[in-house]
């Protein structure tokens, strides 16, 4: 009789530890290996333009992750165009959604460029700028960085004199495209799912 | 003398092609500088290092050597001939992109007047060449344009000359190692000596005996320090594709995404050496060789040209109408591009220009046989590629390693439905590229967009704090005023 109670003891005993030594490393790794903010909103931020234009109703791209990660439509980003709708839904495993934007300008990449001789100075692109593309002070000319330039448009509205202008990225003068080889009617058109590995 | 050996490669490229060399066709003894032409044309983004700038107006006069276009790598192209410089304008060019582009229009006037650098003395630095080579305008002569000082980084194990020239038809470097072997052996010595390179490895496939014979005398007068170990590659295409010749001479594997130089090793073109060579003399590039070849020119040859002149030029010197021909292939069969304006001007990488009529039948549908697989010699699976980017899907053909492809071309060759797969590579490869950069531009704009939401909230915390101190200090303020009241009443 002791002995089987010696028996169940000592297992009992035994697993106990086992359970306390594993609580206290669990307890260690969640403290020691735990992950700032939310790793899917990072995920679905990378996805995304960070063009910051705000045209999804969020203010910048990754309020607009935070969103999506929250239970929010894919499909809010005109600038990013479909190919990002088809990368989020991948990477979430939902269903791909149509783009929600009117028209197929959105696909263009466009900068910001300021008609230097019109502008009064008055800052309001300054601070309209969600990257601080635009240098200038006030009452003095401002003029867009067009490498930083992420094309949102955010500047365009504000200006009083309207002298800034909306322009085709200029490419480097070497810049240049293969021709596209023809498809032949027995090629599927359209897309084929984004399923990796 | 110096040391050297001569062997046969042991290592075997896996896939790859045997298609018809055709280089009987353009190899001659000699090689013949033909007349200079009546315009020379050098365009100012497309003449190789980037995207230049030009360094002379319209009707000044340059001599030989004058330096003409300055590009954003630092390169400098020079004029080729003495000359005046007619006009800047946009004029069609020899380049895949098939556009017309600014271009500097020179009339050579047929003088001997020469402006050129000052030779160099050994012994020199690194430094004292890379700026060399700079000033004389030396890029990859063999086809891609790189600019060779960027390769010459400290460190560096070995030096390999890539005279294989697998590309079916094309003898450019065959004559070049043949008739011009003294130097290029002397610019690879010069250059593995300032960069401390002691083993240089020449790579040549078996279809050239009289290079090797060239070589092996060239050698046995040289007085370099440098070992030279001279491999005869399998004639199979494309042995001279730059990882590739890294594999078979050194057995090492250049990993995917970075260069041979990352490696330790550098990779030129004999030509680029010949050109370092006359660059050390003071010589900057001004002529070079082309092959011209095809079944449809009267006399293929090897000639010696100044850069900038007309393809027209080159064609007449063969002994053909240009006008019977409708478009030639620059850079052979394999690789090459077609052009079908004649008055473009040659550039330093063209080194091969091709006429010949050929049927291509229409593009069939895949039939899934996989011989494209088989003959890739970096593995991939061709197929599958094409299949993703014609279904637009460009993340997938990434996937299966689009960008791992170097465009060889071998899967074009073997496929029975005739499918353009490479045409689809090289723009998969493009796309690829662009989207790499918008993805550069994408995480720069998050970074000032965060940078600028932290810079705000920093400052509204300040003004918050400001107002906390104003509000106490008013509070302070009119409690004491309202003290000092209830004292006096």
């Known amino acids: ?197 | 003398m110096a040391d050297y050996q001569i062997r046969r490669c042991e290592r075997q490229l896996e896939g790859g092609i045997h298609p018809e060399t055709q280089k009987a066709l353009s190899t001659t003894d000699s090689c013949i500088f033909v007349g200079d032409p009546k315009r020379l044309v050098f365009p100012i983004h497309f003449s190789g290092g980037g995207p230049g700038e030009a360094l002379v107006a319209v009707a000044d006069i340059v001599s030989q050597g004058t330096p003409i276009i300055k590009c954003q790598s630092g390169i400098t192209h020079v004029a080729s001939r003495a000359g005046k410089v007619i006009d800047i304008i946009d004029h069609e060019i020899a380049h895949p992109a098939a556009t017309k582009s600014a271009s500097i229009i020179i009339e050579p006037s047929g003088l001997e007047d020469q402006n050129y650098l000052d030779p160099l003395v050994w012994p020199f630095d690194a430094d004292t060449l890379r700026n060399r080579a700079i000033e004389a305008g030396i890029l990859g002569l063999g086809g891609a344009g790189f600019p060779s000082f960027k390769k010459w980084s400290e460190g560096m194990q070995t030096l390999i000359i890539n005279g294989a020239e697998c590309q079916p038809y094309l003898t450019t470097d065959d004559t070049l190692m043949r008739i011009d072997t003294h130097s290029m052996i002397r610019g690879a010595s010069m250059l593995s000596q300032s960069l401390d390179i002691k083993t240089i490895i020449i790579g040549i496939e078996d279809n050239k005996p009289e290079v090797l014979e060239a070589i092996e005398s060239a050698l046995k007068e040289s007085c370099s320090d440098c070992f030279f170990d001279v491999v005869l590659l399998d004639t199979k295409y494309p042995s001279g594709s730059e990882r590739h010749l890294v594999w078979l001479t050194l057995g090492i594997e250049v990993p995917t995404g970075s260069h041979a130089v990352e490696s330790g090793v550098i990779v030129h073109n004999p030509g680029t050496l010949a050109a370092l060579s006359r660059a050390i003399d003071g010589k900057p590039i001004t002529d070079r060789i082309v092959t011209l070849t095809g079944e449809a020119l009267a006399a293929p040859q090897n000639i010696v040209v100044p850069i900038g002149a007309p393809i027209s030029h080159l064609i007449e010197a063969t002994d053909t109408n240009p006008e019977s021909l409708t478009s030639i292939t620059i850079g052979g069969p394999m690789m090459g591009y077609s052009v079908t304006n004649f008055t473009a001007g040659i550039t330093k990488t063209t080194n091969c220009l091709l006429a010949r009529e050929v049927d291509i039948p229409p593009e069939s549908p895949c039939i899934r046989c996989g011989a494209c697989a088989t003959v890739c010699p970096v593995r991939l699976q061709p197929q599958q590629m094409v299949f993703a980017l014609k279904g637009g899907s460009l993340d997938r053909a990434i996937h299966e390693g689009l960008t791992d492809c170097i465009e060889c071309a071998a899967c074009n060759a073997v496929c029975p439905s005739h499918i353009p797969l490479a045409e689809w590579f090289r723009l998969g490869r493009f796309e690829a590229r662009d989207k790499a950069n918008d993805q550069r531009l994408a995480a720069k704009a998050r970074e000032r967009f965060e940078a600028r939401n932290m810079r705000l909230k920093r400052i509204s915390l300040e003004k918050e704090a400001k107002r906390a101190v104003r509000q106490a200090k008013t509070a302070d303020a009119l409690e004491k005023a309202r003290k000092a009241r209830k004292e006096s009443a």
């Open chain 1, 1 to 197: 009789m002791t002995d089987a109670l010696w028996t169940i003891g000592a297992g009992v005993a035994g697993l106990s530890v086992i359970a306390l030594l594993g609580g206290i490393l669990l307890q260690y790794a969640s403290k020691g290996f735990s992950v700032d903010g939310n790793p899917l909103v990072n995920s679905i931020d990378a996805l995304l333009p960070q063009t910051q234009c705000g045209q999804c109703g969020h203010p910048g791209c990754k309020p607009y992750a935070e969103a999506i990660a929250g239970g929010e439509p894919i499909n809010r980003c005109p600038p990013g165009g479909q190919d990002t709708v088809d990368r989020l839904a991948s990477l979430l495993g939902v269903d791909i959604l149509p783009l929600d934007a009117d028209d197929a300008t959105t696909e263009q990449d466009l900068v910001a460029i300021i008609i230097e001789k019109d502008c009064i100075g008055c800052t309001k692109c300054i601070q309209a700028c969600p990257v601080d593309a635009i240098v200038g002070a006030a009452k003095l000319m401002h003029t867009v960085i067009v490498d930083e330039c992420t094309g949102c448009d955010l500047c365009v509205e504000p200006c009083p004199v309207d002298c800034i202008d909306m322009i085709p990225r200029p490419k480097s003068p070497d810049y240049w495209m293969p021709t596209r080889p023809n498809i032949i009617s027995s090629d599927r058109c359209g897309q084929i799912g984004i399923q990796h590995g």
